[in-house]
Every structure is written in C-alpha cells, then in structure tokens.
C-alpha cells in the first residue's frame, strides 16, 4: 500500500501535464511547483526571477558607484579654506556625505546577502534587501521634493541635502544663485533621481517575486523529503 501511495505522489509531482491535470489540482498549492512556471519569469518573462534579481543586484552597484564617486568628487571640490575664512560650519557639507557614504555601505551589504540568499537558495536573505529597497524609494522621493524646491528657491540647505553640485555660499544668507552648470549638474542629479525611483520600484518587484520563489522552492523540498519523492521539476 505505501508503495502504491508514493508512486502516486511521484507521478503528480512531475511538471504538468495536460494528462495529469486533474489529479495535480487535488495537491496542495505549497507542492505544486514547477521551476519553469512563468510566475516564476520577470523582465515581461525575458528572465528566471534567479537571473532577474541577479541582473538588479549588478544594475544596483552601478548605481551605488555612481552615488560614491558623485561624493567623494564633491567633497574633494569642498573649499575648506573659505569656510575658515568666513567662519561657516561644514557641517551642511559633511553630513549629506556621510549620509551617502552610510546609505553605500548599507547597499553594499544587504546586495552582498542577497547573492548569497540567491546562491545558497535561503529567501530570508533577500528580506534585508527588500527592506532597504522600500527605504530607498522614500528616500529618492525625497531627493527629488528636495530638489525641485532648490530649484524653485534657491535655498541653500536644499542645495546641500541634495548633494549634486559644490558651491560656496554667502554668509547669513539662505540663499544661492548657481552658475549654469552647477544647474546643469542639479538638472541631472534630479534625473538621475528620478530614473532611480522607477527602477527601485519595479526592482522591489522583481526581488519580491525572487523571495517568493525560494519560499515556495523551500517548501516543495521539505515535502519531497518528507514523502522521499525525487525532486523532478527542480533545476540545480
């Protein structure tokens, strides 16, 4: 009897067929898993969600050494010396760096757990990651209000939050008149900004879809080891 039972759950847990319909829609949703499964496709099904969250992982550093040299430029452009000579606080200066620099770091770490979570097939790796995607999208909202208030203002705080360009500005004034192209370079930051807030969020899709698709792997692997069914419908 138990040899019939476990033939029978071998047989239905192979890739659908049209044959094997029926009896596969009496299993439970948790085992019916297919590998390739276009809820398992992103990219308008162009990519495995593997592979996707792959590609948004490398797109992601591009974007994280984009932020790090923008910085470390504009801190090396920072004229300290004007500074001292008029008695101002840098401190305008050095904290949107040191945000960037903390915001790269966090970056770098969660996109490092989440090619391990890719790699090892753990889901719960990739949770820091979505985490800090959500976090992301707020915060490039906020850079773009923030940049489109400077630019309809002039006021110098939102010049320095934005982080875009280097100036020195007048002491006991709030606001700057730019050159043309530190506006250039404000222009572009808000693109920049801007084209970052869509990916991010069809980014977070794409890792969302990646987490659900190790959950459910995960599952069907704790079932076929508990039924010792052979894993047919899973890739290495």
Request: proline share 3%; charged share 15%; with cysteine.
């Amino acid at each position: 009897m138990r040899n019939s039972y476990s033939g029978y759950i071998r047989g239905v847990l192979v890739r659908k067929r049209p044959s094997e319909a029926s009896n596969s829609d009496a299993l439970p949703k948790s085992v019916q898993f297919d590998e390739a499964s276009e809820d398992y496709r992103c990219c308008c099904d162009c990519f495995h969600v593997r592979t996707g969250a792959m590609i948004v992982g490398c797109i992601e550093l591009g974007l994280l050494g984009y932020f790090l040299i923008n910085s470390v430029f504009l801190i090396a452009q920072h004229d300290q010396r004007y500074f001292d000579a008029t008695q101002q606080n840098n401190s305008d200066v050095i904290g949107p760096f040191a945000g960037c620099m903390a915001g790269v770091g966090l970056g770098l770490l969660v996109i490092f757990l989440m090619f391990v979570g890719i790699a090892r097939k753990c889901a719960i790796l990739l949770v820091p990651h979505i985490a800090v995607q959500v976090l992301s999208i707020f915060c490039f909202l906020a850079m773009i209000i923030c940049a489109i208030i400077a630019l309809t203002t002039n006021r110098t705080i939102f010049y320095r939050l934005l982080n875009a360009t280097p100036f020195n500005s007048h002491p006991g004034q709030n606001t700057v008149e730019l050159s043309t192209e530190n506006y250039v370079r404000v222009y572009l930051t808000l693109a920049v900004y801007v084209c970052a807030l869509g990916l991010e969020c069809w980014f977070t899709a794409v890792i969302v879809y990646c987490y659900r698709y190790l959950k459910e792997r995960c599952a069907y692997m704790r079932y076929c080891q508990a039924y010792s069914t052979p894993m047919k419908t899973l890739s290495p």
